[in-house]
């Protein structure tokens, strides 16, 4: 039985991504991520505890977190944790990252940087309740 690698995020970026291009015009982008929660300490006072993430987006992803991404942009995203090795100056270096498959932008739109497939000032998005439907009308007399 084979295990399962998924990551689920939504959080902040720190930075704005850092893009770089490898062979064959492969691009690849990194930024860090935060996420954070809140609890109560022992005298009841709300904190804020905030976990760092490092990202990595290869190909469509990273070229789509250039076009979109900036720092303080809130995303959600999905992928896999992925730990590299090797060995500096006889110590063995772990370093950790999350290699993203999904990336959503969860900033409002009037955040995002303009392109030239974008319209400059897109309409806000109409926000409402479903319509609760209304009780269906029963005949009195109900086989049940």
Excluded at 66 to 81: A, C, D
């Amino acid at each position: 039985m084979s295990g399962v690698n998924k990551v689920i995020l939504i959080g902040r970026l720190g930075k704005d991504p850092e893009v770089r291009a490898y062979e064959n015009n492969v691009k690849k982008a990194n930024f860090p991520l935060a996420t954070s929660e809140f609890r109560k300490d022992k005298e009841g006072n709300k904190i804020e505890l905030t976990e760092w993430h490092n990202i990595v987006c290869w190909r469509n992803l990273a070229e789509i977190s250039e076009q979109f991404l900036s720092k303080g942009k809130m995303v959600y995203l999905e992928g896999k944790i992925r730990t590299r090795n090797w060995e500096e100056n006889g110590t063995k270096k772990y370093y950790t990252e999350i290699e993203a498959s999904t990336l959503t932008l969860l900033s409002p739109k009037e955040e995002n940087k303009p392109t030239e497939t974008q319209v400059p000032n897109p309409p806000s998005p109409i926000v409402g309740k479903i319509p609760e439907s209304p009780e269906p009308e029963f005949a009195d007399d109900l086989p049940f």
